[in-house]
């Protein structure tokens, strides 16, 4: 199959290329810069310009693409956000459907549900009103994008997958995990590092295997949850952390607050989805950083 990716060189969708190329696809890779992709079918791709993006030789598109901004509590980045992800996502869509595409995956996020929920499914209200809200809110306006064209759309099926907060090897050193192996390296841990709020991490590796099921399973359709399938806490996760780098965890004991919903899952196991332990994603990622 010829399967196109909108943000290839993203975190994501790296790891979704890569994947789908093992499996004897052939991947088409739109990014800002094709040169970084020299041995890649790679082509040029702007948010800016999503009707630009040429779908004729193209059986399936998968849009990771998204602008993130570079601070999340700027409300300066509110136009940026909401054309990017929002205005753009329904554009590629449309774009998708006139072109006559087998399936369009849109790659949504799993934080944008109320953060008053313990637990969330994919029917829940989705309210993001505590962190990350300008961004978060642009992400929602394609996730309602994306479920109308699911039900209104003759030719291409929809499909949204909501991955919660997603860490493996190669992140970005700005997210919370890359902060706080440094802050535990450093021996200057403390409360308001790591804060104690639920967390719902998923491997980048877990999340690829979720958005590679959309190509091989036909009877896939609606909106899945992508989550690492158990509840915890980012004073867990700093503990866990501490562990596998042999270092002391100081005895800190910071405030509970309100985080993002843990995910309900149930709906991608039954397509087969099984989350590593966090242990041993977490691992992982150590592992890359001094393997």
Known sequence: MRISI?????????????????????????VR????LPKQDARPFDLLNPQAIDLRDTDM??????????????????????MDNGVATLELLNKAES??????VYISSGTIYDPSLTIAKETDPIYPSMRATYYLTSKVVGDIFADHCRQTF??????TLR??????????????LPRLVQ????????????????????????????????????????????????TTNTLQVAKILAHLLNKPMPPINPPKSNGHAILDI??????????????????SYVESLYG
């Open 183 to 230: 802050k535990i390296n450093d021996g200057y841990l403390t409360s308001k590092d790591v804060g104690n709020y639920p967390i719902d991490l998923v491997h980048v590796d877990d999340a690829a295997w979720m958005v590679a099921q959309t190509v091989v399973n036909g009877a896939m359709a609606g909106t899945f949850n992508v989550g690492g399938g158990l």
């Open 266 to 283: 149930s709906r991608a196991r039954e397509v087969g989805y099984k989350p590593r332990s966090l242990v041993d994603g977490l691992y």
């Open 99 to 104: 072109t006559g595409i087998k399936k369009f």
């Open 154 to 159: 003759k030719k291409t099926r929809v499909i």
């Open 61 to 82: 598109l998968i849009h990771c693409a998204a602008h993130l901004p570079a601070s999340y509590e700027d409300p300066g980045e509110v136009t940026k956000c909401m």
């Open 6 to 30: 909108t943000g290839a060189t993203g975190f994501l969708g790296n790891a979704t290329s890569k994947r789908l190329t093992a499996m004897g696809h052939h991947v088409i890779s739109w």
């Open 163 to 176: 991955p919660s907060s997603i860490y493996g090897p190669n992140m970005k050193p700005k997210g919370l």
């Open 33 to 36: 810069d094709p040169s970084l």
